[in-house]
């Protein structure tokens, strides 16, 4: 299945980063390095968000970002875990299920209906572009940022993609 190869992609990235993040985070200037830390917390946040409204369980977070900033090892521990829920549930979950759709209230308060499919397709989207604005502070301090594009992850991953005549 397509999605179970994006999440483990969104995984990689997402632990390629916080590995360039961490040695190089002492680096950063004090606002660059709080908001590479909130940036990819508030993801996270927005991840465990959508797990519990597909799982159908209370969420754990009232807003979109948690108002005290985690420190680089508590922020791996949730994006690991969020990230392997997301993985296990990708391979396994079934075309009708991924067709169900969920009524819930977004945390300002407006209400939403979205599929299934559709939460993983903005989960994707959204860690992507979040990623790519704390690789971004990297850049602006002149640190070493990852190349963490899905076509690299791939061939990492399924090395015979290098087999070719």
């Known amino acids: 299945m397509q999605f179970a190869k994006a999440f483990q992609y969104k995984q990689w990235a997402n632990t390629e980063l916080l590995h360039f993040g961490e040695r190089q985070l002492s680096k950063l200037p004090d606002n660059d390095r709080e908001f590479f830390l909130r940036i990819l917390n508030h993801t996270t946040v927005v991840d465990s968000l959508f797990i519990s409204r597909i799982l159908g369980e209370p969420e754990r977070y009232t807003a979109d970002n948690t108002v005290e900033t985690p420190t680089l090892s508590k922020l791996r521990d949730t994006m690991h875990q969020n990230d392997t829920w997301l993985v296990n549930f990708t391979q396994s979950v079934s075309e009708e299920a ?4 969920i009524s819930f209230t ?10 299934v499919e559709e939460i993983l397709i903005h989960l994707l989207t959204h860690g992507s572009n979040h990623r790519g604005m704390a690789s971004r502070v990297l850049t602006e301090n002149n640190l070493e940022r990852p190349k963490d594009t899905f076509t690299r992850y791939l061939h990492q991953a399924e090395l015979s993609r290098r087999d070719v005549a």
């Open 98 to 101: 991924l067709k169900r759709v």
């Open 106 to 115: 977004f945390v300002d308060g407006n209400t939403g209906q979205l599929s």
